[in-house]
């Protein structure tokens, strides 16, 4: 985790509310996919924790959900605007552990952290099978990017009008029924739909949580698993299939 | 400007400056310690400590108002026990100064055993027995907002420790002097005051209170003239020395605090803004002081008043 400066380069809307940004900086304390920052918004109590979509030497890249008054103010920034932003937290993914058959499943907005994680896990030599779920074909983004990527990419949307229509689990049970470890993020209904899936016999879910600090010290984003309370800031936001606990 | 002494004396115990972080938003000092040398501060005050290992309440915890903060955490510990046999001797290891062992408890009972227990670890400077848990269901009353049960509790800690024991109130109160004054009856060597707040807000997307727990604590700068005006009255209530927290954010802050009667600070929700807040403060706090006129930082405690 380090503190820094970074500043915004490039603004573009991707759905009506859904924008990507570019910012440049010290990317230095980032070491894993699935990691996210916390940023300062002016006037704000409380940073902002965004998942990092990808990083580079120079900067990075998030893919943002507009969905309150500090999100809204963020994705109107001017370009030049610096942000003071806690980079490098969480826990990230494991890309050591997911054996021969693995899925990348993301939902809406959930699927900015997995374009990093299939991004890396190309630099090592697997091909990555992906599966995104949107709830229509406007809600739908960055398919392009991950395609050109080189990932294995297969779309639902729940109305049918882009890829399979229904939900993305169903898509994986019927169409991807030999894939047996999940990389997944999104909404809290579509991970327990996905841990409910009995083809997986392991997976890592990247969770949100509302925070207070981001980095470990307030306890404001704890949750139960199956090894004890564990914070989403600092322990996740990725836990591990076997120790989830769902109400 | 010649060197500014920051130096202060808490019941007996000197502190190298008055910057303490507050309960709750410091943890035990381990993610802190990555990122600055904290044995810069006056002292820290740690998580607060229960007898039994506690979860705490249901997501969500956190909502954000203006100017601050609610959380409702609901004193999620390890247990005094883990915090003795785990925590405090990695504390020793990132920390040489004595820290402030912050405690909760449920019953008479349950205060006299933690405060026995900690009363036992060196490293703890003073005791700070934190009677105001607004967020947890205990039924009965609330501790601090009953002048007889603030005194009970305070006597039953003397009972058990010689190490100074300063009493955190709540602010959720009619007249904080009163309470104050019982907790001096009852023996106390010190008062550190305010808690939180109590607060809430309501989810427009669900039509629901937006915590679990409903009620949550305010905290920030929306809360420091609420807490400022409190220490005020203590200071006139009692002849304690004053821990004062709430809402403060700066050097200045931490001077207005300390005119209206603080020995010494607390610095809370400002450190889950700002990690580096505290350490910016302390290296403000001599220019901040040399612009008010003294050269010595104790000098202000309480010299807004009048006489």
């Known amino acids: 985790m380090n503190e820094t400066i970074l500043t915004l380069e490039h603004t573009r809307q991707l759905t009506p509310d859904t924008v990507e940004m570019v910012l440049s900086g010290d990317t230095s304390a980032i070491t894993a996919p699935g990691q996210f920052i916390n940023v300062a918004l002016p006037g704000k109590q409380l940073r902002r924790p965004i998942s990092i979509a990808n990083w580079s030497e120079d ?21 030049g605007t610096q942000f003071d932003v806690l980079s490098g937290l969480g826990n ?26 299939a991004k890396r896990m190309i630099e090592r030599g697997e091909t990555p099978t992906v599966a995104l779920g949107f709830r229509s074909l406007q809600d739908a983004f960055y398919l392009e990017e991950f395609a050109a990527l080189g990932c294995n990419l297969s779309i639902a949307t729940e109305d049918g009008s882009l890829g399979i229509k229904g939900f993305v689990t169903d898509m994986v049970r019927d169409h991807l029924p030999d894939r047996d470890y999940v990389y997944c993020c999104g909404p809290l209904p579509l991970l327990r739909a996905i841990d409910a899936l009995p083809q997986f016999t392991g997976g890592q879910f990247s969770f949100e949580a509302r925070m207070g600090c981001g980095f470990g010290v307030c306890m404001g984003c704890t949750v139960h698993t199956k090894h004890g309370p564990k914070r989403i800031c600092k322990d996740g936001p990725i836990l591990r299939k076997e120790e989830l606990v769902w109400e | 400007m010649g060197i ?10 000197k502190l190298d400056n008055p910057v303490i972080p507050a309960s709750g938003t410091f943890g035990y000092g381990r993610e802190f310690a990555e990122l600055y040398d904290i044995n810069i501060l006056g002292s820290f005050s740690c998580k607060g400590t229960t007898g039994d290992t506690r979860f705490g309440n249901e997501q969500p915890r956190i909502a954000e108002t203006a100017a601050g903060m609610l959380n409702a955490v609901g004193l999620q510990n390890p247990g005094v026990d883990a915090v003795i046999e785990e925590e405090f001797p990695n504390v020793a290891n990132i920390f040489q100064k004595p820290i402030i062992a912050n405690v909760g408890g449920f019953s008479l009972d349950e205060y006299r055993e933690n405060c026995r227990k900690l009363d036992a670890c060196e490293q703890v400077g003073i005791l700070e027995v934190n009677i105001s848990c607004p967020n947890v269901h205990a039924g009965g009353k609330n501790f601090g907002s009953d002048p007889e049960l603030a005194a ?8 058990v420790t010689t190490k100074p024991v300063f009493m955190k109130l709540t602010p959720n109160v009619t007249d904080i002097g009163e309470i104050a004054r019982a907790c001096e009856d009852g023996g106390a060597d010190g008062i550190c005051l305010i808690n939180t707040l109590l607060g809430m807000r309501i989810d427009l997307k669900t039509k629901r209170p937006l915590l679990a727990n409903r009620t949550g604590g305010l905290s920030g700068p929306a809360i420091f003239p609420v807490a400022l005006r409190m ?37 809370g929700a400002a450190n889950l803004k700002d990690p580096y807040i505290c350490k910016t403060i302390i290296e403000t706090l001599p220019e901040t002081a040399a612009a008010l006129g003294v050269t010595e930082l104790r000098q202000l405690t309480g010299a807004a008043h009048n006489g």
């Open chain 2, 231 to 267: 220490v005020w009255d203590v200071y006139e209530a009692v002849k304690l020395p004053i821990i004062g927290v709430g809402g403060i954010s700066s050097a200045k802050d931490v001077c207005e605090m300390m005119l209206a009667g603080a020995t010494a600070v607390e610095i």
């Open chain 1, 59 to 79: 900067g990075l890249l998030l893919l943002v959900r507009i969905a309150g008054e500090g999100t809204v103010a963020f994705c109107a920034s001017p370009k």
């Open chain 2, 4 to 13: 500014i002494d920051l130096s202060v004396k808490l019941a007996g115990l």
């Open chain 1, 92 to 117: 990230g993914f494991d890309l050591d552990d997911h054996g021969k058959k693995p899925v990348l499943m993301g939902g809406g907005v959930g699927i900015a952290p997995l374009y990093g994680l």
């Open chain 2, 152 to 159: 009970e509790v305070t006597r039953a800690v003397k009972e």
